[in-house]
């Protein structure tokens, strides 16, 4: 579908979701991806997916419907409809501690020291090196070598990150890896 009429069906997406539920349109620009359509006829429906929870809205004509339960798992709880409805203050608030959170992972004694290590597993990086594990794998390796070993720097940054969960810390060093990386496309594209 050409990006005019995506474009076209997300005005109407945010109209119906901010009528009928009460959501706000930025969080659902944020927070929603076209999937594409399903059904014929009458009974066509166009479907956007949320990118962090996989919960999903149908859209037929402006009728917004919220698919409530997906296999096994429930969606839609009173916790993402609250999400959603989140006023631009809150979002504004919740992008600032965002960027806070990262430039606190790109300062920390922890990236800064293994930066390189973490940066060559990505293939845009001028220094990549083939063969290896992806970045999240090695960035969990590391986590697990550091926190068996004890070190400092990892206790410092699980501090900083308010969790000493190994996926969720990985997330977090990864971060500024993922900001130096678009910096590096876009002087490769400019």
Known sequence: MNPAKINELFDTL???CTRQFGF???RVTEGM???GKEGHGKDLVHLFRDVHSHSVMELKDNFVALRETHGDKPHWSDAEMAHYRSTDAEIDAEIAAKQAQLEIARQSALYTDHREELLSHYNDWPGFKPGGPTPGE???A???QLSEA???????????MHSSDPVHLAHHLLAPCHQELEVVRATRTG
Do not use: S
């Open 142 to 144: 590391l986590i697990a």
């Open 14 to 16: 945010r109209r119906g």
């Open 24 to 26: 706000n349109p930025r």
């Open 150 to 160: 004890g070190d400092p720097r990892l206790q410092e940054f699980a501090a900083l």
């Open 138 to 140: 090695a960035a969990k």
């Open 33 to 35: 991806r076209y999937t």
